[in-house]
């Protein structure tokens, strides 16, 4: 396959990208979900247009397939790179990747201006298309040791086609001759098809990478509270089981406190949802406070929550959970103009060597339901199914 034919591969591969990403992002404007790929779906269009143009060479004026093609050929690249530190969380970009753009369609272009030869500005693009790309590879690079195979194989990929990219630039300069067996046409062939994988690895990685982001949420919300960010019900369940069984030895118990904000309901009636949310958010952060690094809070679900305590006696747990509820008390929630004053019911119990995660939360469940009906804003303990301690 000849250059200008992979040019056009490239060209119409990009193109082709962009067409399922319309599609793909018209879709989710229809179901009212954000786009999904901005930066990336930029790139590409980039991209598509640089190779375009790249292809039209001697056809258009060369204004248009050399220093405009490249700028936003740089461009598409930089976008390629920014796209992957957004994916990871990290906007920096904007600060490093944009002047280095800036940058580099400067120099190419001065040297467009100057009349510098071919080769020295293919080495030129070649150098700033592999620094956009490694750029790229070092967002999927952080996080090494924690980090899945694919983006593993996505570094060294990237970094191994970036460099074939840079040594055909360089090679092309410095070489033009080629070099024993290692002739012009080989160097180019080499750096082109680079080019063509680099198209197809960026694809496919970004794609995979964006799935096995969506995958790993899911897999985080399965256990985890979307808007308290604290284990949800089968989360704290799965938490929890390893210490039932514990409790089967002798040794320091693990308590179970269970809470319910009073009246929760009547918060959602007379500010709406949105406010409830914000009392449960504000909720968590006051309990926390109260709690060691080693106690884990959980929310069951409304405006329930669990809090298991490892390695503490019950009247410990009793006294942790009159400190809470003293906390919930004194925490007025601001929220639009109104102030809103919580209070919370907690019933409290050990777990016993016969127990099961039914029987144990069955236990603190009757001491909840008593500290209610003794007037809620109370602690309820409940293996001696004593009424409500204080109030
Ligand atoms: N804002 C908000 N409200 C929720 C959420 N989940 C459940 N709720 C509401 O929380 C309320 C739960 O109220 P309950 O725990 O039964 O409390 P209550 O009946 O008002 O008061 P008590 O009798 O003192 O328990 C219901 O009105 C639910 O609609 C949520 O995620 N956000």
Known sequence: MDIKTLVLALALGNLSLCAALFFFEQE???AGLAAASTTWGMAKQFQAVAWGLLYLRGTLPDFL???LANALLFTGFALDASALWEQAGRRVWRRYLLPALGAAIGVFTGAWLLDMPAAERIA???VVIGFFFIAGAAAL????SAGTLLRRYLVL?????ALAVMARGLLTALLPDGWSWVSPALIQGVGIAALYLMMLGSAFGYLLLTREKQQAELDRLEVVDALTDVPNR???YQTLTPWIALARRPGMPTSLIILNLDHFKRVNDNY???VGDKVLKAM???CKKQLRDSDLMGRLGGAEFAIQLPRTSLEDAIMVAERIRLAVAAMPVKADKAVINMTASLGVTTIRADDTTVSLFKRADEALQEAKQAGRNRVAEAQTGAGALEA
């Open 124 to 126: 030129i693009a070649s």
């Open 284 to 286: 968590v952060d006051v």
């Open 28 to 30: 989710r404007r229809r």
């Open 157 to 161: 990929s990237s970094l191994l086609l």
């Open 65 to 67: 397939t050399i220093p």
């Open 234 to 236: 089968r989360g704290f």
């Open 272 to 274: 709406g949802h949105p």
């Open 141 to 144: 690079g952080r996080g090494w």
